[in-house]
């Protein structure tokens, strides 16, 4: 008897290093320089994914070319064949539509006869290696895993191809509000490998297994196929994704007494917007509505797509479904890197009608302008409710290639309720494993919470959960600063006409409430501060080291003198206090404590065309933060601007004029650096780095147009902090 081989190491037989594989696409780059069927179908392939996605490959890094990323593509197909053929044999089933572009005419070219072309005798060996696979050992996540182990990740990254795993995607179908899981139309618009189109199928089988009148293993076989259905745009995706459905439908196929299935994934746009092929089934045209919709929709970005595809993006859904959020020359779809996921989902939503639907999506369309037009809950004059959000927080389920994720549960035609209900899941004592529902369950902790609006009166503003404002709440480990207070501005503050009438060693650019916005400074004025820290007798020195500041003071040291603060008791006439090696530190998070303007800044120093280079001094209107790290100062920013940390501020703070003092903020949750994960500092550092040079390009203008401007490249950025304090905050116990 053979030894079976492992389907879990199916991968490490086929991969990149492997024999098999060096072979395969070193006879097809080979081929691609004297045979005409693997160069036509070369071309085709090109022109295919050009058409539909843009030039994915036109980033691609060096080592990397178009011919290495087709060779790879269709290595990955000829696995998936082989494995398609060996299912066959087992269950006594022959699959009628193999080729990717059957039932659509998409995509007219036969792999079989490229594969036949490009595979020698010692090749022939793969099929012994298949041949010897228990098939009950296969699964959609083995073919992930031989995928990733062939195709390189920055070709699918290109592609925006992700593989969702099985218990995100049992999650996802659990959502659906399904009254008959045997007889009702579920879809997968974006179907890539087809998981969630397995998911289905098992959910059903185990719908038909609980029935006391189930029907015959070859009418639920009939009824599957009529109502399980997917779509991709990637022909080597629906190859992929018909033998994860083939491998799904097996347990059936053994007890059904049937010679062939035509398995109901198609090759085409789910949208219609670069092609418009008729779905063909089973000898008639399939239904251009169904039950419910579930997926994973594409993640790539709107600069990404060739200008025909956004053409007919604005031509069609996004004028239809008022899409367009933002607006520029050309009325943009989105910001050049939002991703089309959101409108993909709302307009899927459009075209098939479902009852309800279930997607995963970034969680970070919570925040800012790319999710805004979901967070209204309109498809265009009928309400779309959020139902459920499943929250991953954290957690990466696809790794860290792809930014965080969620389950979003939609219901067409049903008022939104408010606050959204949120599972947020997180780590537990185990390893997260997402490898079926049940071990995500057993392997992650869960809460319920609810996302609500950061400004009441506008619902489709930034969702945030709303428990993270507790946990905004916290110890403080910084030491919070007052700014300097002299007691006589008539005196210390100087004109900028005056600034040369003095040496500049001792006058410094100074804040005032009207100078502080978030992330960004309006303006400075000019202030003498003729001591380094308090108390300070440096009298001898200014003397001799700037005669005409001293003359200044001396001049005005009757004034000076009359001044009744019991701090300036002691020093010289000049004193001044709120002054510190503290207001001298490299990097300072300045905010007004006076009247309620929670607007945080990192300042250090100003090239000022009168004094030169010079640190900037908080005045006596101002609290700060004072330290050396730079990163430090714009992580502490990055918390106190964001979203959560305002709500905060806006519930502990009386109101009244001392809104923002050091009792105020000091109780917050402010973290040492050290004590903030070293991934999530270094993104909330560089996001208030990118925010700090957003700013000052909008700073021409009145303070009052400034108030009233929204700086459209800031929301992104904004948004971005938002979701990472969200998930350094839910990591709290």
Not at 280 to 306: E, F, I, K, M
Request: proline share 5%.
């Amino acid at each position: 008897m053979r030894n079976q081989t492992h389907a879990d190491r199916l991968s490490d037989r086929f991969e990149r290093g492997s024999t098999a594989y060096r072979q395969y696409t070193g006879r097809t780059r080979e081929a691609l320089d004297n045979d005409p069927t693997v160069t036509t179908a070369f071309e085709m392939w090109q022109s295919f994914l050009r058409e539909s996605h843009g030039d994915v490959f036109g980033d691609l890094p060096d080592g990397i070319s178009v011919e290495s990323a087709f060779a790879d593509a269709l290595y990955y197909d000829f696995l998936v064949e082989r494995l398609l053929a060996h299912v066959e044999a087992t269950v006594g089933v022959t699959v009628m539509n193999r080729e990717p572009g059957s039932n659509t005419g998409a995509f007219d070219v036969d792999l079989a006869a490229v594969h036949n072309t490009i595979v020698g005798a010692d090749l022939r060996r793969v099929d012994d290696t298949i041949e010897s696979l228990d098939i009950t050992a296969l699964d959609e996540s083995i073919l992930h895993n031989l995928f990733e182990s062939v195709v390189s990740q920055q070709v699918r990254l290109s592609l925006g191809e992700y593989y969702t795993p099985r218990g995100i995607a049992d999650l996802a179908v659990e959502t659906l509000s399904v009254d008959d899981f045997a007889a009702e139309t579920v879809l997968d618009p974006g179907c890539g490998s087809g998981v969630f189109c397995a998911a289905v199928i098992e959910h059903k089988r185990a719908s038909y297994a609980a029935a006391e009148d189930a029907p015959a293993p070859a009418q639920q076989v009939e009824a599957i196929t009529n109502s399980v259905f997917g779509i991709d745009l990637n022909p080597i995706a629906v190859r992929s994704a018909r033998l994860a459905y083939l491998l799904a439908l097996s347990p059936l196929l053994d007890d059904a007494a049937i010679d062939a299935v035509e398995i109901p994934v198609f090759l085409t746009d789910a949208l219609g917007l670069t092609r418009s092929d008729s779905l063909q089934y089973g000898g008639t045209r399939v239904a251009s509505t169904v039950d419910h919709l579930v997926g994973n929709p594409p993640w790539l970005t709107w600069s990404a797509l060739p200008d025909r595809v956004r053409a007919a993006w604005r031509d069609g859904p996004a004028d239809r479904l008022d899409l367009v959020t933002h607006h520029g020359a050309d009325a943009k779809l989105g910001h050049a890197n939002d991703d089309i996921s959101v409108p993909f989902v709302l307009a899927c939503l459009d075209r098939y009608a479902p009852d309800d639907a279930a997607f995963v999506l970034k969680r970070g369309i919570t925040k800012g302008p790319a999710g805004r037009r979901l967070r209204e809950q309109r498809l265009n004059d009928s309400p779309l409710a959020v139902e459920h959000v499943h929250d991953f927080t954290d957690l990466r389920p696809f790794g860290d290639a792809r930014a965080g994720a969620a389950i979003y549960s939609f219901s067409v035609d049903r008022e939104p309720c408010r606050p959204v209900p949120v599972t947020a899941w997180s780590r537990g004592s185990a390893s997260p494993a997402f490898t079926s529902a049940e071990r995500l369950t057993q392997t992650l902790e869960r809460e319920e919470t609810g996302f609500v609006p950061v400004d009441e009166e506008d619902p489709a503003s930034s969702w945030l959960r709303r428990d993270a404002e507790r946990r905004a709440l916290g110890e403080c480990s910084h030491e919070i600063r007052h700014g300097v207070k002299d007691d006589a501005r008539d005196v210390f503050e100087i004109e900028p006409e005056r600034v040369t009438d003095l040496e500049p060693d001792r006058v410094f650019p100074y804040l005032k409430s009207r100078h502080v916005v978030k992330f960004g400074l309006f303006g400075h004025d000019y202030r003498l501060v003729p001591v380094d820290v308090a108390n300070e007798d440096n009298e001898a020195w200014l003397r001799e080291a700037c005669p005409r500041t001293y003359a200044y003071l001396d001049d005005n040291r009757e004034a000076l003198e009359a001044r009744s603060s019991s701090w300036l008791d002691n020093g010289t006439f000049y004193n001044v206090f709120g002054l510190g090696e503290y207001t001298w530190a490299e990097y300072k998070v300045v905010w007004c404590r006076l009247g309620y303007k929670p607007h945080f800044v990192v300042v250090s120093t100003v090239d000022d065309e009168r004094l030169g280079k010079k640190p900037v001094v908080p005045g006596d209107h101002c609290m700060f933060i004072g330290t050396d790290d730079e990163r430090e100062a714009h992580v502490l920013c990055a918390l106190l601007n964001s979203s959560i940390y305002q709500r905060t501020l806006d519930d502990v703070s009386s109101g009244g004029k001392a809104s923002l003092s050091k009792s105020v903020v000091s109780r917050l949750e402010l973290p040492a650096i050290e004590d903030v994960d070293e991934g999530v500092a270094t993104r909330l550092a560089d996001l208030s780095r990118a925010a700090h040079g957003i700013v000052p390009e909008h700073t021409d203008v009145s303070k009052r147009a400034y108030n009233r401007t929204t700086i459209e490249e800031l929301e992104p950025v904004r948004a971005e902090i938002d979701a990472l304090v969200e998930e350094l905050l839910a990591r709290r116990e």
